[in-house]
């Protein structure tokens, strides 16, 4: 039987996951089965990590935003602060608003009394009908 040169296509196709797997360690960078196995592992844990990245910073958002909020009696507490937000039509997300937090607090407080002011002003006109 004769010999049977294999063609480039399969050498290209390994070539091509040895690159993506150039970062990993040990054998799951050598080893082509291994590296197909690992390549497949590490898009799931990315895939994952990318939703798991969106609920860690909007958990951080909210702690830094409550936590300014309690510090200095600027409001009730976070609950309240985010309800009356949307109930005035401030339309802050709390990526901004933690922005906010951080580098400019007299804006949020500003943004507190000018949604105290409007709660006041309310108080009234239920007492009048």
């Given at each position: 039987?004769?010999?049977?040169?294999?063609?480039?296509?399969?050498?290209?196709?390994?070539?091509?996951?040895?690159?993506?797997?150039?970062?990993?360690?040990?054998?799951?960078?050598?080893?082509?089965?291994?590296?197909?196995?690992?390549?497949?592992?590490?898009?799931?844990?990315?895939?994952?990590?990318?939703?798991?990245?969106?609920?860690?910073?909007?958990?951080?958002?909210i702690?830094?935003?409550?936590?300014?909020?309690?510090?200095?009696?600027?409001?009730?507490?976070?609950?309240?602060?985010?309800?009356?937000?949307?109930?005035?039509?401030?339309?802050?997300?709390?990526?901004i608003?933690?922005?906010?937090?951080?580098?400019?607090?007299?804006?949020?407080?500003?943004?507190?009394?000018?949604?105290?002011?409007?709660?006041?002003?309310?108080?009234?006109?239920?007492?009048?009908?």
């Amino acid at each position: 039987m004769t010999r049977v040169r294999r063609g480039y296509i399969a050498r290209r196709r390994r070539t091509k996951i040895r690159l993506f797997a150039s970062s990993f360690r040990g054998a799951h960078s050598r080893l082509t089965r291994t590296i197909a196995q690992q390549k497949i592992r590490s898009l799931v844990s990315a895939h994952r990590d990318r939703d798991r990245q969106k609920r860690d910073f909007r958990r951080l958002w909210i702690t830094r935003i409550n936590a300014v909020i309690r510090e200095r009696w600027v409001y009730y507490n976070y609950s309240n602060f985010i309800h009356d937000l949307y109930k005035n039509q401030f339309l802050l997300n709390r990526k901004i608003l933690a922005q906010i937090t951080i580098l400019n607090r007299n804006c949020l407080y500003m943004i507190s009394n000018e949604i105290i002011k409007k709660k006041l002003e309310e108080v009234p006109r239920k007492e009048m009908i």
